[in-house]
Protein backbone atom coordinates (compact mmCIF):
# COMPACT_ATOMS: atom_id res chain seq x y z
CA UNK A 1 0.00 0.00 0.00
CA UNK A 2 1.29 3.75 -0.60
CA UNK A 3 1.74 4.77 2.85
CA UNK A 4 2.98 8.35 1.41
CA UNK A 5 1.67 11.46 3.36
CA UNK A 6 -0.85 13.15 0.20
CA UNK A 7 -2.24 9.82 -0.52
CA UNK A 8 -3.18 9.02 2.78
CA UNK A 9 -4.70 12.56 3.47
CA UNK A 10 -6.81 12.27 0.02
CA UNK A 11 -8.02 8.79 0.93
CA UNK A 12 -9.19 10.04 4.54
CA UNK A 13 -10.57 13.05 2.66
CA UNK A 14 -12.48 11.54 -0.07
CA UNK A 15 -13.87 8.71 2.99
CA UNK A 16 -12.05 5.56 1.34
CA UNK A 17 -10.07 4.99 4.68
CA UNK A 18 -10.39 5.70 8.41
CA UNK A 19 -7.27 6.00 11.03
CA UNK A 20 -8.30 2.66 12.58
CA UNK A 21 -8.95 1.15 9.39
CA UNK A 22 -5.32 1.96 8.54
CA UNK A 23 -3.57 1.04 12.12
CA UNK A 24 -5.56 -2.44 11.19
CA UNK A 25 -3.49 -3.00 7.67
CA UNK A 26 -0.25 -1.39 9.56
CA UNK A 27 -0.25 -4.31 12.00
CA UNK A 28 -1.26 -6.96 9.37
CA UNK A 29 1.76 -5.59 7.45
CA UNK A 30 4.31 -5.66 10.86
CA UNK A 31 2.94 -8.95 11.39
CA UNK A 32 4.07 -10.28 7.58
CA UNK A 33 7.73 -8.89 7.97
CA UNK A 34 10.45 -8.94 9.70
CA UNK A 35 10.36 -9.03 13.61
CA UNK A 36 13.76 -7.77 14.43
CA UNK A 37 12.47 -3.96 13.08
CA UNK A 38 10.74 -3.36 16.22
CA UNK A 39 11.62 -3.33 20.12
CA UNK A 40 8.26 -2.58 20.49
CA UNK A 41 5.27 -2.84 18.70
CA UNK A 42 1.93 -1.03 20.32
CA UNK A 43 -1.33 -3.44 20.64
CA UNK A 44 -4.59 -2.90 19.70
CA UNK A 45 -4.94 -1.19 23.07
CA UNK A 46 -2.08 1.11 23.48
CA UNK A 47 -2.96 2.56 19.73
CA UNK A 48 -7.10 2.77 20.42
CA UNK A 49 -6.26 6.48 22.31
CA UNK A 50 -4.45 7.69 19.80
CA UNK A 51 -7.38 6.43 17.06
CA UNK A 52 -10.11 7.83 19.17
CA UNK A 53 -8.29 11.00 19.87
CA UNK A 54 -9.27 11.90 16.14
CA UNK A 55 -12.67 11.26 16.26
CA UNK A 56 -14.42 14.54 15.35
CA UNK A 57 -11.45 16.12 13.63
CA UNK A 58 -10.46 15.98 9.90
CA UNK A 59 -7.94 16.15 7.62
CA UNK A 60 -8.27 19.95 7.53
CA UNK A 61 -7.93 19.88 10.82
CA UNK A 62 -4.98 18.58 11.25
CA UNK A 63 -1.41 17.99 9.32
CA UNK A 64 -0.73 15.03 9.98
CA UNK A 65 -3.99 13.30 10.54
CA UNK A 66 -4.21 9.63 10.66
CA UNK A 67 -0.42 9.43 9.66
CA UNK A 68 1.50 6.54 11.07
CA UNK A 69 5.02 6.67 12.28
CA UNK A 70 7.90 5.13 13.87
CA UNK A 71 9.90 5.65 16.19
CA UNK A 72 13.38 5.39 17.14
CA UNK A 73 14.01 3.23 20.18
CA UNK A 74 16.20 6.07 22.47
CA UNK A 75 13.26 8.61 21.77
CA UNK A 76 10.30 8.20 24.54
CA UNK A 77 7.38 7.55 23.89
CA UNK A 78 4.69 7.61 27.24
CA UNK A 79 4.10 4.58 28.52
CA UNK A 80 6.15 2.67 26.24
CA UNK A 81 9.62 1.55 27.31
CA UNK A 82 13.02 3.07 26.04
CA UNK A 83 15.69 0.62 25.70
CA UNK A 84 18.42 2.30 23.55
CA UNK A 85 18.62 -1.68 22.68
CA UNK A 86 19.67 -2.54 25.94
CA UNK A 87 17.03 -4.37 27.86
CA UNK A 88 19.18 -3.30 31.29
CA UNK A 89 18.99 -0.15 30.62
CA UNK A 90 15.15 0.29 30.15
CA UNK A 91 13.07 2.61 31.61
CA UNK A 92 9.38 4.06 30.68
CA UNK A 93 9.09 7.65 30.14
CA UNK A 94 6.13 9.73 31.40
CA UNK A 95 5.61 11.76 28.91
CA UNK A 96 6.75 12.12 25.01
CA UNK A 97 9.60 13.74 23.79
CA UNK A 98 8.98 16.93 22.25
CA UNK A 99 8.83 16.58 19.21
CA UNK A 100 6.38 13.25 19.26
CA UNK A 101 4.59 15.03 21.22
CA UNK A 102 4.14 17.85 18.39
CA UNK A 103 3.55 15.09 15.79
CA UNK A 104 0.87 13.37 17.64
CA UNK A 105 -1.01 16.44 18.60
CA UNK A 106 -0.76 17.33 14.51
CA UNK A 107 -2.78 14.06 13.86
CA UNK A 108 0.16 11.50 13.28
CA UNK A 109 -0.34 7.78 15.14
CA UNK A 110 2.52 6.24 17.01
CA UNK A 111 2.62 2.45 15.80
CA UNK A 112 6.06 1.66 17.44
CA UNK A 113 9.58 1.41 18.76
CA UNK A 114 12.60 0.69 16.54
CA UNK A 115 15.66 -1.32 16.70
CA UNK A 116 18.82 0.47 16.39
CA UNK A 117 22.85 -0.07 17.09
CA UNK A 118 22.65 0.32 20.86
CA UNK A 119 22.92 3.51 22.19
CA UNK A 120 22.96 4.90 18.87
CA UNK A 121 26.55 3.94 18.58
CA UNK A 122 27.24 2.67 14.88
CA UNK A 123 26.63 3.32 11.44
CA UNK A 124 25.40 -0.67 10.67
CA UNK A 125 22.55 -2.20 11.73
CA UNK A 126 24.16 -5.12 13.63
CA UNK A 127 24.83 -4.02 17.56
CA UNK A 128 21.75 -4.83 18.89
CA UNK A 129 20.53 -7.65 21.48
CA UNK A 130 17.52 -7.69 19.60
CA UNK A 131 18.43 -8.93 16.44
CA UNK A 132 19.62 -7.06 12.97
CA UNK A 133 17.38 -5.51 10.70
CA UNK A 134 19.00 -6.38 7.27
CA UNK A 135 18.81 -4.37 4.62
CA UNK A 136 15.17 -3.96 2.83
CA UNK A 137 16.25 -5.25 -0.87
CA UNK A 138 18.72 -8.04 0.26
CA UNK A 139 18.98 -9.98 3.83
CA UNK A 140 22.20 -10.36 2.98
CA UNK A 141 23.09 -6.55 3.40
CA UNK A 142 23.22 -3.88 6.28
CA UNK A 143 20.46 -1.51 6.19
CA UNK A 144 22.90 0.55 7.81
CA UNK A 145 22.57 2.08 11.39
CA UNK A 146 22.13 3.38 13.93
CA UNK A 147 18.63 3.97 12.88
CA UNK A 148 18.14 0.72 11.23
CA UNK A 149 15.00 -0.43 12.41
CA UNK A 150 13.83 3.25 11.55
CA UNK A 151 14.63 3.06 7.46
CA UNK A 152 13.71 -0.05 7.46
CA UNK A 153 10.10 0.39 8.83
CA UNK A 154 9.71 3.22 5.94
CA UNK A 155 11.78 1.71 3.08
CA UNK A 156 9.43 -1.68 3.32
CA UNK A 157 6.28 0.25 3.79
CA UNK A 158 5.33 -0.29 7.46
CA UNK A 159 4.73 3.14 8.54
CA UNK A 160 4.75 6.95 6.83
CA UNK A 161 7.99 8.02 7.95
CA UNK A 162 10.25 7.33 11.08
CA UNK A 163 11.84 9.47 13.45
CA UNK A 164 15.64 8.28 13.59
CA UNK A 165 18.69 10.23 15.39
CA UNK A 166 22.44 11.36 13.72
CA UNK A 167 24.86 12.07 15.59
CA UNK A 168 27.94 10.61 12.88
CA UNK A 169 25.28 9.98 10.10
CA UNK A 170 22.62 7.55 11.56
CA UNK A 171 19.74 9.08 9.70
CA UNK A 172 21.63 9.33 6.31
CA UNK A 173 23.74 5.98 5.69
CA UNK A 174 20.04 4.09 6.19
CA UNK A 175 18.33 6.34 4.25
CA UNK A 176 21.22 5.77 1.15
CA UNK A 177 20.89 1.85 1.76
CA UNK A 178 17.06 1.58 1.21
CA UNK A 179 16.50 3.84 -1.27
CA UNK A 180 15.16 7.08 1.06
CA UNK A 181 15.17 10.22 1.92
CA UNK A 182 16.94 10.96 5.19
CA UNK A 183 17.00 14.81 6.43
CA UNK A 184 19.21 15.49 9.13
CA UNK A 185 17.97 18.53 10.24
CA UNK A 186 20.45 21.45 11.62
CA UNK A 187 21.40 21.16 15.11
CA UNK A 188 18.76 22.61 17.52
CA UNK A 189 15.65 22.99 14.95
CA UNK A 190 14.42 19.62 16.25
CA UNK A 191 13.95 19.74 19.74
CA UNK A 192 16.47 16.23 21.37
CA UNK A 193 13.96 16.90 25.02
CA UNK A 194 13.26 13.21 25.22
CA UNK A 195 16.21 11.91 23.26
CA UNK A 196 18.47 9.79 25.22
CA UNK A 197 21.78 11.25 24.18
CA UNK A 198 24.58 9.75 21.92
CA UNK A 199 26.87 13.00 21.91
CA UNK A 200 24.38 15.91 23.41
CA UNK A 201 26.12 18.91 22.08
CA UNK A 202 25.68 17.05 18.55
CA UNK A 203 22.44 14.92 18.74
CA UNK A 204 20.02 15.38 15.96
CA UNK A 205 16.74 13.74 15.35
CA UNK A 206 16.30 12.78 12.09
CA UNK A 207 13.62 12.33 9.78
CA UNK A 208 13.20 9.22 7.11
CA UNK A 209 10.89 9.38 4.45
CA UNK A 210 9.57 8.06 0.47
CA UNK A 211 9.99 11.74 -0.77
CA UNK A 212 11.08 15.31 0.32
CA UNK A 213 7.56 16.53 0.15
CA UNK A 214 6.81 14.13 2.66
CA UNK A 215 10.17 15.02 4.90
CA UNK A 216 9.12 18.84 4.48
CA UNK A 217 5.75 18.42 5.94
CA UNK A 218 7.22 16.37 8.93
CA UNK A 219 9.69 19.08 9.07
CA UNK A 220 6.88 21.83 9.43
CA UNK A 221 5.64 20.11 12.34
CA UNK A 222 8.27 18.91 13.88
CA UNK A 223 10.37 22.09 14.04
CA UNK A 224 9.74 24.64 16.92
CA UNK A 225 11.54 26.39 19.31
CA UNK A 226 11.64 24.37 22.97
CA UNK A 227 12.91 26.19 25.56
CA UNK A 228 13.39 23.03 28.26
CA UNK A 229 16.00 21.93 25.64
CA UNK A 230 19.17 24.74 26.04
CA UNK A 231 20.09 23.39 22.41
CA UNK A 232 17.14 24.38 20.70
CA UNK A 233 17.68 26.85 18.52
CA UNK A 234 14.75 29.24 16.61
CA UNK A 235 15.46 29.34 12.94
CA UNK A 236 13.13 30.69 10.58
CA UNK A 237 13.48 28.38 7.43
CA UNK A 238 12.87 29.61 3.93
CA UNK A 239 13.52 29.32 0.50
CA UNK A 240 16.16 31.43 -1.01
CA UNK A 241 16.55 31.92 -4.83
CA UNK A 242 19.78 29.31 -5.79
CA UNK A 243 23.06 29.86 -7.25
CA UNK A 244 22.50 26.69 -9.53
CA UNK A 245 25.89 26.07 -8.06
CA UNK A 246 26.50 22.63 -6.89
CA UNK A 247 30.23 21.48 -5.20
CA UNK A 248 31.80 18.32 -5.06
CA UNK A 249 35.23 16.84 -3.81
CA UNK A 250 38.05 17.14 -6.09
CA UNK A 251 38.35 13.68 -7.96
CA UNK A 252 41.60 12.45 -5.57
CA UNK A 253 39.40 13.26 -2.25
CA UNK A 254 36.62 10.90 -3.24
CA UNK A 255 36.61 7.79 -1.51
CA UNK A 256 34.90 4.14 -2.94
CA UNK A 257 36.90 1.99 -1.20
CA UNK A 258 37.15 0.05 -4.17
CA UNK A 259 33.34 0.14 -5.28
CA UNK A 260 33.51 0.51 -8.36
CA UNK A 261 29.94 0.43 -9.09
CA UNK A 262 28.95 3.48 -5.91
CA UNK A 263 31.40 5.32 -8.19
CA UNK A 264 29.06 5.13 -11.64
CA UNK A 265 26.39 5.99 -9.00
CA UNK A 266 27.98 9.22 -7.78
CA UNK A 267 28.80 10.09 -11.51
CA UNK A 268 25.42 9.45 -12.09
CA UNK A 269 24.48 12.21 -9.40
CA UNK A 270 26.40 14.23 -11.27
CA UNK A 271 25.03 13.86 -14.48
CA UNK A 272 21.31 14.70 -12.89
CA UNK A 273 22.84 17.38 -11.39
CA UNK A 274 24.17 18.80 -14.85
CA UNK A 275 20.68 17.81 -17.28
CA UNK A 276 18.97 20.10 -14.15
CA UNK A 277 21.15 23.31 -15.24
CA UNK A 278 22.83 23.21 -12.04
CA UNK A 279 26.86 24.03 -12.34
CA UNK A 280 29.19 21.57 -10.82
CA UNK A 281 32.31 22.78 -9.66
CA UNK A 282 34.81 20.64 -7.69
CA UNK A 283 35.86 21.85 -3.79
CA UNK A 284 38.61 21.32 -1.76
CA UNK A 285 36.90 18.53 0.82
CA UNK A 286 40.11 18.33 3.12
CA UNK A 287 38.54 20.35 5.71
CA UNK A 288 35.73 18.25 6.54
CA UNK A 289 37.85 15.31 5.84
CA UNK A 290 40.02 16.34 8.76
CA UNK A 291 37.12 17.73 10.61
CA UNK A 292 35.50 13.94 10.21
CA UNK A 293 38.29 12.74 11.84
CA UNK A 294 37.70 14.14 15.82
CA UNK A 295 34.70 12.74 16.11
CA UNK A 296 35.88 9.00 16.98
CA UNK A 297 39.32 10.33 17.48
CA UNK A 298 38.62 12.68 19.51
CA UNK A 299 37.34 13.89 23.24
CA UNK A 300 34.00 13.78 21.96
CA UNK A 301 33.70 10.34 22.66
CA UNK A 302 33.64 11.48 26.65
CA UNK A 303 30.06 12.58 25.92
CA UNK A 304 29.02 8.84 24.94
CA UNK A 305 30.62 8.10 28.24
CA UNK A 306 29.65 9.90 30.15
CA UNK A 307 25.74 9.19 29.28
CA UNK A 308 26.90 5.18 29.87
CA UNK A 309 29.28 5.70 32.82
CA UNK A 310 27.10 4.15 35.57
CA UNK A 311 26.92 1.38 33.21
CA UNK A 312 30.09 0.85 32.47
CA UNK A 313 31.53 1.25 35.81
CA UNK A 314 28.72 -1.59 37.58
CA UNK A 315 27.65 -3.50 34.71
CA UNK A 316 29.89 -3.26 31.65
CA UNK A 317 28.48 -6.84 30.22
CA UNK A 318 25.16 -5.18 29.52
CA UNK A 319 26.73 -3.31 26.67
CA UNK A 320 27.44 -4.93 23.30
CA UNK A 321 30.72 -5.94 23.67
CA UNK A 322 31.27 -3.30 20.51
CA UNK A 323 29.73 -0.83 21.73
CA UNK A 324 31.35 -0.99 24.80
CA UNK A 325 35.06 -1.27 23.45
CA UNK A 326 34.00 2.33 21.29
CA UNK A 327 32.57 4.43 24.43
CA UNK A 328 35.01 3.51 27.65
CA UNK A 329 38.22 4.98 24.64
CA UNK A 330 36.00 8.07 25.64
CA UNK A 331 37.06 7.68 29.60
CA UNK A 332 40.32 8.76 28.76
CA UNK A 333 39.50 12.04 27.49
CA UNK A 334 41.06 15.27 29.21
CA UNK A 335 40.13 19.12 29.50
CA UNK A 336 43.08 19.41 28.02
CA UNK A 337 42.71 17.17 25.02
CA UNK A 338 38.96 19.31 24.74
CA UNK A 339 40.60 22.12 23.90
CA UNK A 340 43.23 21.19 21.65
CA UNK A 341 40.56 19.68 19.77
CA UNK A 342 37.88 22.59 19.54
CA UNK A 343 40.76 24.72 18.19
CA UNK A 344 41.21 22.44 15.39
CA UNK A 345 37.61 22.27 14.77
CA UNK A 346 37.40 25.96 14.79
CA UNK A 347 40.26 26.23 11.85
CA UNK A 348 38.51 23.84 10.27
CA UNK A 349 35.18 25.48 10.06
CA UNK A 350 36.12 28.90 9.57
CA UNK A 351 38.19 27.32 5.99
CA UNK A 352 34.98 24.95 5.61
CA UNK A 353 32.15 28.10 5.64
CA UNK A 354 34.49 30.11 3.41
CA UNK A 355 33.98 27.06 0.75
CA UNK A 356 29.98 27.06 1.52
CA UNK A 357 29.34 30.85 0.11
CA UNK A 358 30.42 29.89 -2.95
CA UNK A 359 27.86 27.20 -4.17
CA UNK A 360 24.45 26.59 -3.40
CA UNK A 361 25.67 23.34 -1.16
CA UNK A 362 28.19 20.08 -1.46
CA UNK A 363 26.68 16.91 -3.01
CA UNK A 364 29.27 13.77 -1.96
CA UNK A 365 28.11 10.01 -1.92
CA UNK A 366 26.43 9.03 1.25
CA UNK A 367 28.84 6.55 2.11
CA UNK A 368 31.50 5.00 -0.09
CA UNK A 369 30.01 1.33 -0.42
CA UNK A 370 28.05 -1.25 1.23
CA UNK A 371 29.13 -4.41 3.31
CA UNK A 372 27.25 -7.86 3.88
CA UNK A 373 26.19 -8.60 7.56
CA UNK A 374 29.06 -11.03 7.34
CA UNK A 375 31.55 -8.52 6.37
CA UNK A 376 30.35 -6.42 8.84
CA UNK A 377 30.53 -8.81 11.89
CA UNK A 378 34.44 -9.96 11.10
CA UNK A 379 35.87 -6.22 11.08
CA UNK A 380 33.25 -4.12 12.63
CA UNK A 381 35.17 -0.85 13.37
CA UNK A 382 36.80 -0.46 10.53
CA UNK A 383 34.23 -1.02 8.56
CA UNK A 384 31.90 1.34 10.32
CA UNK A 385 34.66 3.74 10.30
CA UNK A 386 34.59 3.21 5.71
CA UNK A 387 30.90 4.09 6.47
CA UNK A 388 30.82 7.08 8.08
CA UNK A 389 33.73 8.38 5.76
CA UNK A 390 31.46 11.93 3.96
CA UNK A 391 28.89 11.84 7.25
CA UNK A 392 31.59 12.42 10.55
CA UNK A 393 32.26 15.88 10.17
CA UNK A 394 28.30 17.11 9.54
CA UNK A 395 27.53 17.67 13.04
CA UNK A 396 30.85 18.92 14.45
CA UNK A 397 30.63 21.71 11.69
CA UNK A 398 27.04 22.49 12.22
CA UNK A 399 25.82 21.83 8.58
CA UNK A 400 22.48 20.98 7.49
CA UNK A 401 22.09 17.67 5.50
CA UNK A 402 19.44 15.85 3.57
CA UNK A 403 20.63 12.06 2.03
CA UNK A 404 18.78 11.33 -1.63
CA UNK A 405 18.56 8.44 -3.72
CA UNK A 406 19.68 7.89 -6.74
CA UNK A 407 20.27 4.46 -8.38
CA UNK A 408 20.94 1.07 -7.50
CA UNK A 409 24.01 -1.68 -7.95
CA UNK A 410 23.88 -4.62 -10.01
CA UNK A 411 23.39 -6.61 -6.75
CA UNK A 412 19.82 -4.44 -6.58
CA UNK A 413 21.46 -2.23 -3.53
CA UNK A 414 20.51 0.98 -3.61
CA UNK A 415 23.14 4.27 -2.96
CA UNK A 416 22.68 7.65 -2.85
CA UNK A 417 24.55 11.34 -2.32
CA UNK A 418 23.99 13.80 0.41
CA UNK A 419 23.51 17.57 -0.74
CA UNK A 420 25.04 19.73 2.52
CA UNK A 421 25.20 23.10 3.35
CA UNK A 422 25.27 25.74 6.62
CA UNK A 423 22.78 25.50 9.42
CA UNK A 424 19.26 26.86 8.61
CA UNK A 425 19.73 26.03 5.43
CA UNK A 426 17.10 23.18 5.56
CA UNK A 427 13.96 24.17 3.64
CA UNK A 428 16.71 25.03 0.67
CA UNK A 429 18.00 21.73 1.12
CA UNK A 430 15.12 20.06 0.69
CA UNK A 431 14.12 21.83 -2.50
CA UNK A 432 17.57 20.55 -4.20
CA UNK A 433 17.03 17.05 -3.36
CA UNK A 434 13.45 17.30 -4.31
CA UNK A 435 13.80 18.46 -7.50
CA UNK A 436 17.02 15.77 -7.58
CA UNK A 437 15.01 13.24 -6.65
CA UNK A 438 12.20 13.47 -8.94
CA UNK A 439 14.75 13.92 -11.93
CA UNK A 440 15.82 9.72 -11.05
CA UNK A 441 12.80 8.62 -12.17
CA UNK A 442 13.22 5.56 -9.55
CA UNK A 443 9.92 4.32 -7.31
CA UNK A 444 10.33 5.28 -3.75
CA UNK A 445 11.80 2.65 -0.62
CA UNK A 446 11.51 -0.87 -1.59
CA UNK A 447 7.92 -0.68 -3.46
CA UNK A 448 6.78 0.71 -6.75
CA UNK A 449 5.41 3.72 -5.69
CA UNK A 450 6.73 6.60 -7.84
CA UNK A 451 8.25 9.89 -6.50
CA UNK A 452 6.28 12.89 -7.20
CA UNK A 453 7.31 16.14 -8.01
CA UNK A 454 8.62 18.21 -4.71
CA UNK A 455 5.98 19.60 -2.68
CA UNK A 456 7.21 21.65 0.28
CA UNK A 457 4.53 22.01 3.12
CA UNK A 458 3.40 25.44 2.84
CA UNK A 459 3.49 27.81 6.31
CA UNK A 460 3.64 31.14 6.53
CA UNK A 461 5.79 32.96 8.91
CA UNK A 462 5.37 36.32 11.23
CA UNK A 463 7.13 38.45 8.26
CA UNK A 464 5.97 36.51 5.18
CA UNK A 465 2.86 35.16 3.49
CA UNK A 466 2.03 32.92 0.75
CA UNK A 467 0.03 33.59 -2.49
CA UNK A 468 -1.00 31.46 -5.05
CA UNK A 469 -1.44 32.65 -8.63
CA UNK A 470 -2.35 31.03 -11.66
CA UNK A 471 -2.39 33.78 -14.20
CA UNK A 472 -0.52 36.68 -15.47
CA UNK A 473 1.99 36.68 -12.02
CA UNK A 474 2.99 33.04 -13.14
CA UNK A 475 6.65 32.77 -13.56
CA UNK A 476 7.44 34.06 -17.08
CA UNK A 477 4.24 35.61 -17.62
CA UNK A 478 3.59 39.67 -17.80
CA UNK A 479 2.76 40.41 -14.30
CA UNK A 480 5.37 38.64 -12.69
CA UNK A 481 7.23 41.18 -12.15
CA UNK A 482 4.98 42.20 -9.62
CA UNK A 483 5.70 39.79 -7.39
CA UNK A 484 9.88 39.67 -7.94
CA UNK A 485 10.13 43.39 -7.27
CA UNK A 486 8.07 43.20 -4.03
CA UNK A 487 10.59 40.51 -2.60
CA UNK A 488 8.74 37.31 -3.95
CA UNK A 489 9.99 34.18 -4.01
CA UNK A 490 8.52 30.94 -5.82
CA UNK A 491 8.12 28.21 -3.00
CA UNK A 492 6.51 25.71 -6.00
CA UNK A 493 5.23 24.96 -9.22
CA UNK A 494 2.11 22.64 -8.58
CA UNK A 495 -1.77 21.87 -9.26
CA UNK A 496 -5.31 22.44 -7.64
CA UNK A 497 -6.96 19.39 -6.00
CA UNK A 498 -9.43 18.88 -9.05
CA UNK A 499 -12.38 20.71 -7.71
CA UNK A 500 -11.89 23.97 -9.54
CA UNK A 501 -13.36 25.31 -13.02
CA UNK A 502 -11.40 27.89 -14.64
CA UNK A 503 -12.65 30.89 -16.84
CA UNK A 504 -11.35 33.47 -18.83
CA UNK A 505 -12.55 37.20 -18.01
CA UNK A 506 -13.10 39.73 -20.31
CA UNK A 507 -11.77 43.37 -19.93
CA UNK A 508 -9.45 45.70 -21.13
CA UNK A 509 -7.04 42.50 -20.07
CA UNK A 510 -8.13 38.92 -20.43
CA UNK A 511 -7.62 37.76 -16.24
CA UNK A 512 -8.34 34.21 -15.28
CA UNK A 513 -11.34 32.98 -12.61
CA UNK A 514 -11.02 30.40 -10.28
CA UNK A 515 -14.13 28.54 -9.41
CA UNK A 516 -14.29 25.70 -6.81
CA UNK A 517 -17.34 23.22 -7.53
CA UNK A 518 -19.05 20.35 -6.57
CA UNK A 519 -18.25 18.16 -9.14
CA UNK A 520 -17.15 18.33 -12.89
CA UNK A 521 -13.84 20.19 -11.55
CA UNK A 522 -10.15 19.50 -13.06
CA UNK A 523 -6.58 20.23 -11.45
CA UNK A 524 -5.52 23.69 -12.71
CA UNK A 525 -1.76 24.61 -12.86
CA UNK A 526 -0.98 27.24 -10.55
CA UNK A 527 1.93 28.75 -8.30
CA UNK A 528 2.91 29.29 -4.31
CA UNK A 529 4.76 32.40 -3.67
CA UNK A 530 5.99 33.53 -0.41
CA UNK A 531 5.93 37.32 -0.19
CA UNK A 532 6.95 40.19 2.43
CA UNK A 533 3.87 40.92 4.57
CA UNK A 534 4.62 44.35 3.76
CA UNK A 535 4.59 43.66 0.35
CA UNK A 536 1.56 42.29 0.26
CA UNK A 537 -1.00 44.88 1.06
CA UNK A 538 0.34 47.26 -2.30
CA UNK A 539 -0.47 43.95 -4.49
CA UNK A 540 -3.64 42.79 -2.86
CA UNK A 541 -4.89 46.54 -3.52
CA UNK A 542 -5.14 45.70 -7.34
CA UNK A 543 -7.14 43.09 -7.26
CA UNK A 544 -10.78 44.07 -8.85
CA UNK A 545 -13.92 42.18 -8.57
CA UNK A 546 -15.19 39.41 -9.33
CA UNK A 547 -11.90 38.10 -8.09
CA UNK A 548 -10.98 37.99 -4.43
CA UNK A 549 -9.07 36.32 -1.70
CA UNK A 550 -9.64 32.94 -0.70
CA UNK A 551 -8.61 29.46 0.63
CA UNK A 552 -7.04 27.62 -2.76
CA UNK A 553 -6.89 23.19 -2.77
CA UNK A 554 -3.73 22.72 -3.57
CA UNK A 555 -2.95 19.07 -4.60
CA UNK A 556 -2.17 16.85 -1.42
CA UNK A 557 -5.61 18.18 0.30
CA UNK A 558 -3.36 21.27 1.42
CA UNK A 559 -5.03 24.83 1.16
CA UNK A 560 -2.98 27.95 0.86
CA UNK A 561 -4.27 31.56 0.08
CA UNK A 562 -4.74 32.84 -3.45
CA UNK A 563 -7.33 34.29 -5.88
CA UNK A 564 -10.50 32.64 -6.49
CA UNK A 565 -13.77 34.15 -8.14
CA UNK A 566 -17.54 34.95 -7.39
CA UNK A 567 -19.11 32.24 -9.66
CA UNK A 568 -22.67 34.39 -9.59
CA UNK A 569 -20.25 37.07 -11.55
CA UNK A 570 -18.67 35.33 -14.30
CA UNK A 571 -21.59 36.30 -16.96
CA UNK A 572 -20.55 35.19 -20.36
CA UNK A 573 -17.17 34.52 -19.69
CA UNK A 574 -15.32 31.62 -21.85
CA UNK A 575 -14.57 28.68 -20.02
CA UNK A 576 -11.15 26.98 -20.16
CA UNK A 577 -11.50 24.36 -17.38
CA UNK A 578 -9.97 22.19 -20.58
CA UNK A 579 -6.94 23.69 -21.29
CA UNK A 580 -6.28 23.24 -17.58
CA UNK A 581 -3.64 26.30 -17.61
CA UNK A 582 -3.50 30.01 -18.34
CA UNK A 583 -0.46 29.33 -20.17
CA UNK A 584 -2.32 26.95 -22.35
CA UNK A 585 -4.92 28.99 -22.60
CA UNK A 586 -2.44 32.25 -23.90
CA UNK A 587 -0.68 30.03 -25.75
CA UNK A 588 -3.72 28.63 -27.61
CA UNK A 589 -4.34 32.40 -28.46
Not at 198 to 206: E, K, Q, T
Not at 357 to 381: F, H, N, R, S, W
Not at 537 to 560: M, N, T
Request: net charge negative; aromatic share 8%.
Amino acid sequence: MDFSIPTLRKQYADGALTPGAVVEQVLALIKAEDPKIWIHVLSHEELAPYVDALAGKSVDDLPLYGIPFAIKDNIDLVGVPTTAACPEFSFIPEKSAFVVARLIAAGAIPIGKTNLDQFATGLVGTRSPYGIPSNSFDPRYISGGSSSGSAVSVAKGLVSFSLGTDTAGSGRVPASLNNLVGLKPSRGLLSTTGLLPACRSLDCISIFTLSCSDASTVLSVAGAFDAEDPYSVDYELSIAEPKRVIGIPQADQLEYFGDQETEAIFLKAVDILRELDYEVVEIDFAPFQEAARLLYHGPWLAERYLVLQDLIEKTPEHLHPVTREIVCQGGNSTAVDFFRAEYQLKAFKRTADEILTTVDAVMTPTCGTVYTIEQLLKDPIQLNTNLGFYTNFMNLLDLSAIAAPVGFRSDRIPHGVTFFSFAGEDANLLALAGEFHAKTGLSMGAGKVPVPAYTPAIADSEDTGTLVVCGAHLSGMPLNYQLTERGGVLLEATETEPVYRMYALDGKVKRPALVRVPSGGAAIEVEVWQLPLETIGSFLAGIGEPLGLGKVFLSGGRQSMGFIAEAHALGDAEEITELKSWRNYIARG
